[in-house]
């Protein structure tokens, strides 16, 4: 912009308006690595897990601490992600209070289903000394469905309020496989776990980190 | 008759600085030269003018050792900003009459 004051007509005027407006508008850029972070320990936890299942194997821990760990970079990221911040929009503090908000549901819902799971085990135990039969009720047949509906949420908000097809679509992605998770088998539950992760936030968050290159490469090139 | 376009905003830099911050929470400095590509100098006496006015907040502050100039537009400044864009739409609805 020159450093002279020069006169704007009502037309500039306004062009100037839209135009600034706009700029502030492209200027949300999320780095997408969370999501990728996520995606990935997400679809690795639920596809060990098969594995586990499938081959008859039983690693020396839970593979399911490794989103604890995760927890870790996630903080990083997001410092440093608010360090090199320039601008607060309004949306952002929306977004951070919605995505932690989803994270204190997540270890509440694994505090809840292992609370059950520790509940209803003896319960089992004693119908079938019992009874001699079997316990028809397979509450981890019902898990998947719980956390799908929870992660559906937050990432389909976020898409459709940052109009990002991919993480709306990854959200109904979420959706859909937990009423399938209702009707299926254990382990195609945690495939489909595995693939609602990649669909919900691996892919979206690739495509944003994508967008954030381009959009620094840009920046750059103006500024040479 | 067309009320006058308020002159602390009629001015193409000081117009950019207000379009960008009303649509933000808070900006720093860089940011708004950045976006507006003007030199330093001329932005922070723009600045200070909006300031001055009573539309914009400057808070200076140090982060990580280094100055930082965070600028937020105040309520003030949000009903001057509407009133001179109700009035250019005024100017240019007339014309088109």
Redesign the interface.
């Known amino acids: 912009m020159k450093e002279a004051e020069k006169p704007m007509t009502e037309q500039e005027s306004l062009a100037l308006i839209t135009a600034m407006i706009n700029k502030a508008k492209e200027t949300r850029h999320d780095t997408g690595l969370a999501a990728i972070m996520w995606g990935t320990v997400i679809a690795v936890c639920s596809l060990v897990r098969l594995s586990e299942l499938q081959f008859n194997y039983r690693l020396p821990f839970d593979i399911y601490y490794l989103t604890f760990l995760a927890v870790v970079p996630q903080v990083y990221f997001s410092v440093k992600e608010g360090k090199e911040r320039k601008v607060k929009t309004y949306g952002e503090d929306f977004f951070d209070y919605l995505w932690i908000g989803f994270g204190i549901c997540i270890f509440l819902m694994i505090f809840i289903t292992s609370t059950m799971f520790s509940d209803l085990n003896p319960a089992a135990a004693a119908y079938r000394e019992s009874s001699g039969n079997s316990f028809a009720f397979r509450l981890n047949e019902y898990v998947s469905a719980l956390f799908l509906l929870l992660y559906g949420l937050p990432t389909f908000v976020s898409g459709i309020s940052m109009k990002f097809k991919p993480m709306l679509w990854g959200g109904i992605f979420c959706w859909v496989a937990c009423l399938v998770t209702l009707y299926t088998p254990g382990k195609i539950d945690l495939l489909l776990v595995a693939v609602s992760a990649i669909f919900a936030w691996l892919i979206p968050g690739l495509i944003m980190e994508k967008d954030y290159r381009k959009a620094k490469k840009e920046i750059a090139r103006q500024h040479v | 008759m067309f009320k006058d ?1 308020n002159p602390i905003l ?4 000081r ?2 600085v207000m ?2 911050l ?7 400095f ?2 708004i030269k ?6 330093a100098g ?1 932005l922070s006496v723009q600045i200070q003018k909006l300031k001055e006015a009573g539309y914009i907040e400057v808070v200076k502050q140090f ?2 050792n280094y100055p930082q100039t965070l600028c937020h537009i105040t309520p003030a400044g949000i009903a001057a900003f509407e009133e001179y ?1 109700a009035s ?1 739409q005024g ?2 609805g007339g ?1 088109n009459e």
């Open positions: 376009l009629h001015s193409q830099l117009l950019a379009s960008l009303i649509s933000v929470k808070e900006a720093e860089t940011f950045e976006k507006t590509n003007a030199t001329n982060r990580d864009v250019l100017y240019l014309r």
